[in-house]
């Protein structure tokens, strides 16, 4: 009896040395699928769906300051901020034929037809109009580089830090009627840059 128990004793280390070896392997095996998918662009991808989100976030809230939000901030800095962060498919779309007509037509609204063309609409053809007619300077130079992220940084942060201001304070932004949609949505505007900035500077 005492015989067994000593063997048991025993081998017990040497089934914790085996289990803490197979845990090793596996760290070192994680950490060299996550450098693969690193080397396969899965940051990358990472990077283009945030642009998508923060995109949409934004003129998300562009097209609900023009409708029911009314604040004093200004929400006009989005139409950079949309025009940096777009993503290439939808900034190549708009910026070519297709972008030019809906250009053409807002123009023509505005001016011939001024009360069949409604103040929330304002914005958005300003992001329309910018599109097409940004300088390949704008349009491609910077919106490639690090300084078109760097201002959709600062346009963040300041959206951000005037929302809490006139929220009333952290807290109050996401307790407030509509707070939480735009606050997240402010946050999401900062996600973007900041991945991006990170990576690019990796």
């Known amino acids: ?20 070896s197979d845990m090793k392997e596996l760290g070192i095996a994680a950490k060299k699928l996550a450098n693969d998918a690193i080397k ?8 283009s769906f ?5 995109s949409f976030a934004a003129i998300y809230l562009l097209i609900l300051d023009r409708t029911n939000w009314r ?12 025009f940096f962060s777009l993503p290439s498919v939808l900034f190549n779309l708009l910026r ?3 972008g030019k007509w809906i250009a053409f037509i807002a123009v ?23 599109l097409v007619v940004s300088p390949s300077f704008f349009a491609h130079t910077l919106r490639s580089s690090w300084v078109g992220i760097a201002i959709c940084l600062l346009i963040g942060c300041y959206l951000l830090q005037e929302h809490i201001r006139a929220s009333g304070g952290f807290r ?18 900062l ?8 990576l690019h500077f990796h």
């Open 191 to 198: 996600i973007y840059p900041v991945w991006a900035l990170v």
């Open 1 to 20: 009896m005492g015989r067994i128990q000593y063997l048991a004793m025993k081998t017990d280390p040497m089934t914790t040395e085996l289990i803490s």
């Open 40 to 47: 396969l662009g899965g940051l990358g991808f990472g990077t």
């Open 71 to 82: 604040t004093k901030m200004l929400t006009s800095l989005l139409v950079p901020y949309i």
């Open 108 to 130: 023509v609204l505005r001016l011939f037809f001024p009360r069949h063309f409604p103040d929330w609409l304002e914005m958005p053809g300003s992001v329309i109009l910018l």
């Open 172 to 189: 109050n932004s996401f307790t407030q009627s509509h707070g939480i949609s735009n606050t997240v949505g402010i946050i999401l505007l």
């Open 96 to 98: 070519g034929e297709v």
């Open 50 to 54: 945030l642009g998508w989100v923060a």
